[in-house]
């Protein structure tokens, strides 16, 4: 038996402005369920400003109070909720939910070469209209030339798994001219094959000294005013409950909080058994955890402790690690942001770059980004941008 595939995500609309949407989640649990639903309701554009997790190990229900977008798709949304939690099958034409859940194969990559004219905010549009499309970027190459145009490279997978069908092809160019308009001079996309693959994930271009400091995943011991202010308390407590380790954190809210907390705690391999997070006022919020280890025991060791707080405080600080560069005429900005163990990382992290840069009239020369492996973080992407204070936007 199990549940109406209806009933497993449901989506209750905010009936007046300012309520929040309540998104309710109720299927089999898995490993890092929580982690992937919170990094599909961020890739919409929607913070959560309150959740619930329940589970026992075999079926959980998760309830997120959600705000933040008027122009979400609730639909799709839902279908990609769906999509996150274990698969389907039909009995006597109903359709229910299971937990034989098989791991997808990688997803194939696409070029997506643009060819247009600059203007002021384009690139800004372009990544918005990616995102739109469900298009996932991986690895971008931007250069502008001296006569004003300028040639994106962008390593792409869809999310949709339909990129090599004409319709699909189709569908991006037409949207991504409605985007762009004129600006637009050419749009190819390609399927690449392995080899190129491989090459997007070759070492990093950052700077030695720079990456170990953006990379370090440890808690430093001064950190900088503009941090420490900001206050992140990390507690761990065996005496609560008989069977679980109480994890509470009060912090700061930002962007995809409940994201970082979820992506440190899969990465563990951790199980959260009941969960509440809510945000009081000022933005600060506080968050309750009862968690076991994989072997369904309560986490003892001193150093585990450590290590697992450790993590959380500086993922809570420090969820963007940036550096600003001087390169003679031009400003370079590095911005990493680490990314799960299974490889994937902070939806629209390119997009909200591009957007807080067209906020500050700062126009972008070239781009380079790219994921790379690093023996203590696993994957991390990196982001390049080289910003001019002249008339050259993008």
């Avoid at 995500?9 to 992937?36: H, M, S, Y």
Wanted: proline share 4%.
């Amino acid at each position: 038996m199990g549940i109406l595939y209806d009933d497993v995500v449901i989506i209750r609309q905010a009936e007046k402005g300012g309520d929040p949407t309540v998104i309710t989640v109720n299927c089999p649990d898995k490993t890092g369920l929580g982690c992937d639903l919170c990094r599909i309701i961020l890739s919409f554009g929607l913070s959560i400003v309150r959740g619930d997790v329940s589970t026992d190990g075999k079926w959980c229900y998760v309830v997120f109070w959600v705000v933040g977008n008027s122009s979400t798709r609730w639909g799709l949304l839902k279908k990609r909720l769906l999509g996150a939690c274990p698969s389907c099958f039909s009995a006597s034409g109903i359709s229910y939910y299971r937990s034989d859940l098989q791991s997808p194969g990688p997803s194939d990559v696409f070029l997506l070469k643009l060819c247009c004219h600059d203007r002021k905010g384009l690139l800004h549009d372009v990544t918005g209209g990616l995102c739109e499309l469900e298009l996932n970027i991986k690895k971008v190459k931007v250069s502008t030339t001296p006569d004003g145009r300028v040639m994106d490279l962008f390593f792409v997978t869809d999310t949709r798994e339909l990129l090599h069908t004409k319709k699909r092809q189709e569908d991006t160019y037409d949207h991504l001219k409605t985007v762009m308009g004129d600006a637009m001079i050419s749009c190819d996309i390609e399927l690449v094959g392995p080899e190129i693959t491989a090459c997007s994930q070759e070492s990093s271009f950052l700077p030695t000294t720079i990456r170990e400091d953006m990379l370090h995943l440890e808690m430093p011991e001064e950190l900088p005013s503009s941090l420490t202010s900001t206050g992140v308390s990390v507690t761990m407590d065996n005496s609560l409950s008989p069977a679980h380790t109480l994890v509470q954190i009060v912090c700061q809210d930002h962007k995809g909080l409940l994201y970082d907390i979820m992506r440190t705690v899969k990465d563990f391999k951790l199980q959260i058994s009941y969960g509440r997070f809510f945000t009081k006022q000022r933005r600060k919020c506080e968050i309750d955890l009862f968690i076991v280890q994989a072997d369904g025991k309560k986490i003892i060791d001193p150093c585990k402790q450590e290590a697992l707080s450790s993590r959380l405080k500086i993922e809570l600080l420090r969820p963007l690690r940036t550096a600003v560069v001087s390169r003679g005429p031009d400003t370079e900005l590095l911005v990493t942001n680490p990314v799960e163990l299974s490889g994937k990382g902070r939806p629209l992290v390119f997009h909200d770059i591009t957007f807080a840069l067209r906020k500050l009239e700062t126009g972008i020369f070239s781009v380079k980004s790219q994921s790379a492996n690093y023996p203590i973080t696993q994957l991390l992407a990196s982001l390049l941008c080289c910003i001019l204070g002249s008339s050259i936007f993008f």
